[in-house]
């Protein structure tokens, strides 16, 4: 157990919010955030409410005139001052991340420096943030400016507890955004941490507060007020769909990032080691507990078999433990209820004729661990509509190209999608069909800072990272000027 990585987390734990930069303690009346390895409560975090919110807005609103008019170059020299205090911080931030999310201290580093690409792009995207001009029919001519929507809210889940704020407030502060943010409560540390060297590489206060407490209520009051001008949400599609509704009276820009439940497909021209390879990879990056992670395989029968057999021989290898035990690839899942839903997943494959070729319980550790988990056949129609999250891949097969990309297609939702084929025509004909915002092909991995992120159907709206993801903050406004 690498205890001096699990200390230098516990020193950059603070129990307190920060509203335009003050931080407010948690008090006798905290919430605990705990451990997922142990249960053992790591700190507490401050039970905010209507009053603290609101002086949040306030603040954001306060600061936006400035910020928004600063040069663009000075907001990219503070993104990057801020990039190298992440840097400088990685083993603590993937240490603090590791201990109130639970996955492995490699990956939690692994996910700082994927967090940080998101500040470093946005750093350069502020120094382009580009307008056009256009001649008129009516003899003008016309300019256009990108210009910051105003100040935004920024909701995050605990799956990614650095990036899924990175990638939010890297181009809201770009495009000269100030923003309240509402962090996981079950991963609240980091985004403070990293709100702390915000401001430790010159944000001015006002333009960040973190805010802690119970997310409806949170929630309503971001979204209800009209000095905030964008919602920005990661998480299930059942609160997407409700904070939309909510940001209807006032208008809001909204961009959401919401659930998946991805097919993965192998056919039968495939490599099969590396279809096993990349599908682990893709499936257990944070114990299966990811929007993108395949959530249903399928497997063209003639190699149906051999390539469940050779992913259970892989899976049966995985070492599980608590994130600061050396060489552990999956730790435990963030609280009990997932364990239960994972459980439900795999009783109902199993009844619908489903076979267990690996894992198929709970792990011998006890607690939030669970065996990483394969099953062969039964129905994938569950698996089309809810996503599992967690460490079980179902692998269901198929006979033909028709069938599987009918079945990957008939669910409510279009995030991420994986083929696993040699043949380019096949790939170029299903890849273009298949209803996703992203595609990996031949790949397990496909996220990065230049890489646009996002879904289509009820997988949510809008776009971050890449070059598109700015336009999530800025609106476009013309100026017509009449020439003489
Ligand atoms: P998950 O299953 O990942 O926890 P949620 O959609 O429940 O997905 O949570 C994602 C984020 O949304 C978290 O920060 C959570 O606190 C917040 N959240 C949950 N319910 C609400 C709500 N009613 N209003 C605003 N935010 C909410």
Same mark, same amino acid.
Not at 203 to 207: N, Q, R, S, T, V
Not at 363 to 367: C, D, E, I, T, W
């Given at each position: 157990m690498n205890t001096a990585a699990r200390d230098a987390g516990l020193k950059l734990l603070r129990e307190h919010a920060l509203i335009a930069g003050a931080a407010i303690p948690a008090g006798a009346n905290g919430i605990a955030v705990d451990?997922?390895? $142990?249960?053992?409560?790591l700190g507490h975090i401050p039970d905010l409410g209507v009053a603290e919110t609101d002086r949040a807005i306030q603040a954001a609103h306060d600061a936006f005139p400035a910020w928004s008019r600063s040069d663009p170059h000075k907001r990219a020299a503070f993104l990057r001052e801020w990039a190298r205090l992440i840097d400088e911080n990685t083993e603590g931030l993937g240490a603090l991340m590791a201990l109130e999310n639970g996955k492995p201290f490699e990956e939690a580093k692994g996910e700082v420096t994927y967090a940080n690409g998101f500040i470093k792009w946005f750093a350069g995207e502020a120094e382009r943030i580009l307008g056009e001009t256009q001649d008129t029919p009516l003899g003008h001519v016309i300019l256009t400016f990108r210009e910051a929507v105003g100040p935004c809210a920024l909701i995050t889940p605990w799956n990614f507890p650095a990036a899924m704020l990175t990638r939010k407030l890297g181009p809201a502060f770009a495009a000269g955004c100030t923003a309240v943010v509402k962090p996981a409560s079950q991963t609240p540390f980091t985004a403070i941490a990293l709100a702390e060297l915000a401001y430790r590489a010159g /944000?001015?206060? @006002?333009?960040l507060s973190v805010i802690t407490g119970d997310a409806a209520t949170i929630g309503g009051v971001l979204t209800a007020?009209?000095?905030?001008?964008k919602l920005s949400f990661t998480g299930s599609t059942p609160i997407g769909r409700k904070l939309a509704e909510q940001c209807a009276p006032t208008l809001k820009r909204v961009s959401m990032e919401l659930g998946g439940a991805a097919p993965l497909i192998v056919f039968e021209d495939a490599d099969l080691d590396l279809a096993v390879a990349e599908t682990i990879k893709g499936k257990f990056r944070n114990a299966g507990q990811t *929007?993108? *992670?395949?959530n249903r395989v399928y497997v063209q029968a003639s190699v149906a078999e051999a390539y469940a057999t050779k992913l259970a021989a892989e899976v049966a290898k995985i070492p599980v433990g608590p994130?600061?035990?050396?060489?552990?690839?999956v730790g435990p899942l963030i609280e009990d209820k997932a364990i239960a839903k994972v459980e439900d997943h795999l009783s109902r494959v199993q009844t619908s004729g489903g076979r267990v070729l690996t894992g198929g319980a709970r !792990?011998? /550790?006890? @607690?939030r661990f669970f065996q990483p988990t394969v099953t062969l056949g039964g129905d994938d129609e569950l698996f089309r509509h809810e996503? $599992?999250?967690?460490p079980l891949i179902p692998v269901f097969p198929f006979d033909t190209e028709e069938e599987a990309l009918g079945k990957a297609n008939d669910s409510e939702f279009g995030l991420a999608s994986y083929l696993f084929t040699r043949d380019l025509d096949r790939a170029m004909r299903i890849g273009r069909h298949i209803e996703a915002g992203m595609i990996g092909i031949n790949t397990g991995l496909i996220s990065t800072a230049v890489a646009p992120f996002g879904g289509v159907k009820q997988s949510g709206y809008g776009r971050e990272g890449?070059? !598109?993801?700015i336009d999530e903050y800025v609106d476009i406004k013309q100026v017509t000027l009449a020439l003489k």
């Open positions: 451990d997922p390895a $142990t249960g053992e409560i /944000l001015p206060k @006002g333009a007020s009209p000095l905030i001008r *929007c993108v *992670c395949p994130a600061f035990e050396d060489g552990v690839k !792990h011998a /550790l006890g @607690g996503e $599992t999250f967690g890449s070059i !598109h993801g």
